[in-house]
């Protein structure tokens, strides 16, 4: 299977080992990521601070790129690239004199014809492939699972994969190979990623309750 891929800035920097890490397992399962080419940070949760145009252009390049590049599906692993981005695909189609007006600067238009996964969702559709590739199982492992606020909660209609309060998504992954997920109550909760640069403190308080609670 030929699917697009869009890293983002951190899975290029400081995330690179979940770069490598998506890149081998999607290869395992017979899945080939195609990096879109000449992408562009997707704004995160910076570009909305600034300005609401700059939050919707940024990410509606990639996606121009993404419906140009002709696969079907993209899937983007870093839960605040994903959301950004899908929230502009839905936004465009809400919006078309918005989309006309940024369409016109772009060389490489948004169609809205690509679909916007998680790499998540990615896994949840080849689970049986999943299984079957594990070398070694989990078991004896009790984790909790941890989805942030950026994975399932969004302001427009969108058709989430999961339970939005209470996703089990992960769990299902870990039961297929014999771990024993926790549940617990903070899995949604907002770790204060967006609010570090001008909130450090409560950045630190946000994930500290996170962190002790898993503990």
């Known amino acids: 299977m030929e699917i697009a891929y869009y890293p983002g800035c951190s899975l290029h920097s400081s995330s690179a080992l979940y770069d490598l890490q998506t890149r081998l397992v999607l290869k395992k399962l017979g899945i080939n990521l195609n990096e879109i080419s000449d992408w562009n940070c997707c704004g995160a949760t910076s570009a909305g601070k600034i300005d609401d145009f700059l939050a919707v252009i940024m990410p509606a390049?990639?996606?121009?790129?993404?419906?140009?590049?002709?696969?079907?599906?993209?899937?983007?692993?870093?839960?605040?690239?994903y959301s950004k981005t899908l929230m502009a695909q839905k936004h465009l189609e809400?919006?078309?004199?918005?989309k006309n007006k940024i369409n016109a600067?772009?060389?490489?238009?948004?169609?809205?014809s690509?679909?916007?996964?998680?790499i998540l969702e990615v896994l949840?559709?080849?689970?049986?492939?999943?299984?079957?590739?594990?070398?070694?199982?989990?078991i004896g492992l009790?984790?909790?699972?941890?989805?942030?606020?950026?994975?399932?909660?969004?302001?427009y209609d969108l058709p989430v994969p999961d339970n939005v309060e209470n996703p089990k998504g992960m769990e299902t992954i870990l039961k297929t190979l014999d771990?024993?997920?926790?549940?617990w109550s903070y899995k949604t909760d907002c770790c204060g990623a967006?609010?570090?640069?001008?909130?450090?403190?409560?950045?630190?308080?946000?994930?500290?309750?996170?962190?002790?609670?898993?503990?």
Not at 94 to 98: C, F, S, T, Y
Not at 105 to 112: A, I, P
Not at 124 to 138: F, H, I, M, S, V
């Open 61 to 81: 390049r990639n996606l121009g790129i993404a419906d140009a590049s002709g696969f079907p599906e993209m899937v983007i692993p870093c839960s605040a690239c």
């Open 94 to 98: 809400n919006d078309l004199d918005l």
């Open 105 to 112: 600067e772009f060389s490489k238009k948004v169609t809205g």
């Open 114 to 118: 690509i679909k916007i996964s998680s």
């Open 124 to 138: 949840l559709a080849n689970l049986n492939e999943l299984t079957g590739q594990a070398n070694k199982k989990l």
């Open 142 to 155: 009790k984790p909790v699972c941890y989805y942030g606020c950026m994975l399932t909660r969004f302001p």
């Open 179 to 183: 771990a024993n997920p926790i549940d």
């Open 194 to 215: 967006s609010a570090s640069v001008n909130d450090e403190e409560m950045a630190f308080s946000l994930m500290s309750k996170i962190m002790q609670d898993a503990l």
